[in-house]
C-alpha cells in the first residue's frame, strides 16, 4: 500500500492522456469532501463540501475544501459532479461559484434542488443539468456514467468517469441496503458491469470500513419509533440532519399511526422538506403537517417537533432547547429523540445537549440506548462485496479519517488488489493513473479554509490558537504611562484582566516589578515603547506562571507623555 509522505513534494508536469486525481478534502476527515480529476489540461470536480468545526476550533461557522490549486484554472474546469445532496458533499459549492458563477452542477434531480434553493440564499443563480441513474453524459474528455446508490438520502448516485487514461468508479457515499424505504437498490448490477469492462481505479467510500458485517436496514427503525412513540406521555422532539428525507418520512408516518401532528423547526429543515415533498420525495399525509405556532394550541400528547441539532451545533434548534433560549420549551415527561449516529469530533457537543435536556426533565433516547438511527454507509462486508464484483486494477479508499481509510485498504487487499496498487491518499496528495497503475506523484498546497461570519479564508490557524486561550487562559491588559524624556513611569501600571482573576487586587504584587523592568531597560538605553511592551509581556508573563501555572494572553501598552 502507498502511504501518502509529508516530504512529498509538487507533482510533475502530467503528462499527455494521463489521469491525475487530486482529493481537496474528505480524506483524513469526515466531511469537506471534494476531488479534482485532470487529463489534457481539462479537470473535472467530484463532490464540494463542507466540514463542521470541532470544538478547538472556536467562533468558526464552516471549514471548507481548499480552493488555492484550482483557483487560477476555474476556465479549465468542464463540471462539478455532485453525488448526493448531503452538506458535507455540497455546502461549500456557493464558495466555488464566487470563483466562476457559470461553472455546471451536475447531479440527480433532489440534489440539484437542495442545491439551488441554498445557493438561492447566496443570491447565485447556477448552471444546473439534472441526471438519472444510467445516464451518460460527455463533459469534455470525460465521460460519466451515472449509477443509482443507496444512501440515507434519496437521489444518492456513484459516477463512473471514462477517460482516455482509463475508467474510474467513485461510489460517493452508499450502503447496500437491501430493503430501502424508497425502494432504490444500490445497481450491483451495473457495478459488475463497470468491472467486466474495466475499472482502473476504484475510489471508494471508507466511512464504516472499520464496522463489521452489515449495515443494518432503515426499516428497521420504524418499529423502535413506535415503540418510543407509544411510552411517551407527552411532547416528543425528533432531531435529525436537515436533508434526511427517510428519517422525516417515519417520523410523519409514526406521528400518524399515534394521532399526532408534526411541525418542522430550524431553516434548513423547512427549506429541505418542502423540497423534497414539492419534488415527491416526501410523501406526507393529509393534515399531520403544522406550522410550529399552532402547537400551543394542542394538548402535549398530540405534539411531535422535528427539528436540527442532532451533533450539537450550538446554533441548532435543539441546543438552543437544552440551554433554555427556544421558543419550544423542554421539560419534564418530554421525549427527545437524537436520530442519528455521531460524527467523529463531535461527541462531546452531542453528550453536552443529551445532558442539558435530561436536567430539563426530558427522557433522552439517542443511538447508545436505542436503534433510532442506522448508518448511511457500508460496513466492511457491502465494501467486500464491491471490491469482488467489481475487481478493479487500482483503489483508492476516500471519505474517511485515517483509521477509515486503512482498513478499507485492508479489505481491498484481502479480496485479492495487490497492496502495491492501493494507495492511501490525504489531503492535498496527487494520484497519477499512467499505464493503468495508480502511484502517488506529490502533493499540493491544501489547508482548511475557515468561514467566520462573512469573511472567508481571512482566520488562520494562529487566529484560532488565540481564540483557545482567550476562552481557556483568559487575558491580561496592562497600560504604562512613561515620560518620553527620562523614561520614568508617570501613571499605571493599570492592569485589568478577563477570565483570569475576579479581583483584581491579585496584580498589586506584580506592579512594582513592571516599573522596576521599565526603569532597567531605559537605564540600559531602551526607549522605543514596542520594545518597553515587550518587557512588560515577560514579566507579567513569568509572574503569572510562577504563581498561578497559567498562560494567559498578554496585552502590554506602553504610552510616553
Same mark, same amino acid.
Given at each position: ?152 438520502? /434519496? ?44 475499472? @482502473? ?94 402547537? @400551543?394550541?394542542? /394538548? ?16 441548532? *434548534? ?25 460524527? /467523529? ?61 486503512? *482498513? ?26 499512467? @499505464? ?79 516599573? @522596576? ?45
Amino acid at each position: 500500500m502507498s502511504h501518502p509522505h509529508p516530504e512529498l513534494g509538487p507533482p510533475p508536469v502530467l503528462p499527455a492522456g494521463a489521469l491525475r486525481v487530486v482529493p481537496l478534502g474528505g480524506l483524513g476527515e469526515v466531511g469537506r469532501n471534494m476531488s479534482v480529476l485532470e487529463i489534457d489540461g481539462k479537470l473535472l470536480i467530484i463532490d464540494c463540501g463542507v466540514l463542521f468545526p470541532e470544538d478547538h476550533q472556536p467562533g468558526v461557522d464552516l471549514i471548507l475544501p481548499d480552493f488555492t490549486y484550482i483557483a487560477d484554472r476555474m476556465a479549465d474546469v468542464v463540471a462539478v459532479v455532485l453525488t448526493h445532496g448531503h452538506e458535507d458533499h455540497i455546502g461549500a459549492v456557493p464558495y466555488l461559484l464566487r470563483l466562476r458563477p457559470d461553472l455546471p452542477l451536475i447531479g440527480s434531480q433532489l440534489t440539484l434542488a437542495f442545491v439551488e434553493a441554498k445557493l438561492r440564499e447566496h443570491r447565485i443563480q447556477p448552471l444546473t443539468l439534472a441526471v438519472k441513474e444510467g445516464q451518460v453524459e460527455r463533459l469534455g474528455p470525460f465521460e460519466c456514467e451515472f449509477v443509482a446508490v443507496n444512501h440515507s438520502i /434519496p437521489d444518492a448516485l456513484a459516477v463512473a468517469v471514462r477517460t482516455a487514461a482509463g475508467t474510474v468508479l467513485h461510489t460517493g457515499d452508499f450502503k447496500m441496503d437491501q430493503l430501502p424505504l424508497d425502494g432504490r437498490i444500490t445497481d450491483l448490477r451495473a457495478f459488475a458491469r463497470l468491472g467486466e469492462a474495466g475499472v @482502473d481505479l476504484f475510489m471508494v467510500d471508507s466511512t464504516n470500513a472499520e464496522v463489521p458485517g452489515f449495515t443494518v436496514s432503515e426499516r428497521e427503525i420504524t418499529p423502535v419509533l413506535d415503540r418510543v412513540f407509544s411510552g411517551a406521555d407527552r411532547r416528543i422532539i425528533v432531531a435529525s440532519f436537515a436533508s434526511h428525507v427517510h428519517r422525516v418520512q417515519q417520523v410523519l408516518d409514526t406521528a400518524v399511526a399515534h394521532g399526532r401532528k408534526v411541525a418542522l423547526v430550524g431553516r434548513s429543515m423547512v427549506r429541505n422538506m418542502g423540497v423534497a415533498k414539492d419534488l415527491g420525495y416526501l410523501t406526507v399525509p393529509d393534515g399531520v403537517l403544522v406550522d410550529i405556532k399552532a402547537m @400551543d394550541d394542542l /394538548p402535549d400528547d398530540q405534539v411531535v417537533l422535528m427539528c436540527t441539532g442532532s451533533q450539537g451545533e450550538p446554533m441548532a *434548534a435543539l441546543s438552543r432547547m437544552a440551554n433554555g433560549d427556544h421558543r419550544v420549551r423542554v421539560g419534564r415527561g418530554d421525549t427527545v429523540i437524537l436520530a442519528s449516529s455521531l460524527i /467523529p469530533g463531535n461527541e462531546n457537543a452531542v453528550y453536552r445537549v443529551i445532558n442539558g435536556l435530561t436536567r430539563l426533565g426530558a427522557k433522552v433516547v439517542h443511538s447508545g440506548n436505542a436503534r433510532v438511527h442506522v448508518s448511511g454507509h457500508a460496513s466492511a462486508g457491502e465494501l467486500l462485496y464491491c471490491y469482488n464484483i467489481v475487481r478493479p486494477r487500482n483503489v483508492m479508499p476516500v471519505h474517511g479519517e485515517v483509521r477509515h481509510l486503512v *482498513a478499507n485498504a485492508e479489505l481491498a487487499v484481502k479480496t485479492g488488489v495487490p497492496e502495491d496498487r492501493v494507495v492511501l491518499c490525504e489531503d492535498g496528495v496527487v494520484v497519477d493513473l499512467v @499505464d493503468g497503475v495508480a502511484r502517488i506523484t506529490g502533493k499540493v498546497e491544501c489547508g482548511y479554509v475557515y468561514v467566520d461570519g462573512s469573511s472567508v479564508g481571512e482566520i488562520t490557524e494562529v487566529d484560532l490558537k488565540d481564540r483557545r486561550i482567550l476562552g481557556e487562559e483568559g487575558f491580561i491588559s496592562i497600560v504604562v504611562v512613561v515620560d518620553s524624556g527620562s523614561g520614568k513611569v508617570v501613571a499605571g501600571p493599570d492592569i485589568h484582566a478577563r477570565g483570569f482573576a475576579e479581583d483584581e487586587a491579585v496584580f498589586d504584587k506584580v506592579k512594582p516589578r513592571i516599573t @522596576d523592568a521599565i526603569a532597567a531597560a531605559v537605564t540600559e538605553g531602551m526607549t522605543d515603547s514596542y520594545q518597553l511592551q515587550q518587557v512588560v509581556r515577560r514579566v507579567v508573563g513569568r509572574w503569572v506562571n510562577e504563581s498561578y501555572r497559567r498562560r494567559p494572553m498578554i496585552i502590554p501598552l506602553v504610552v510616553e507623555a
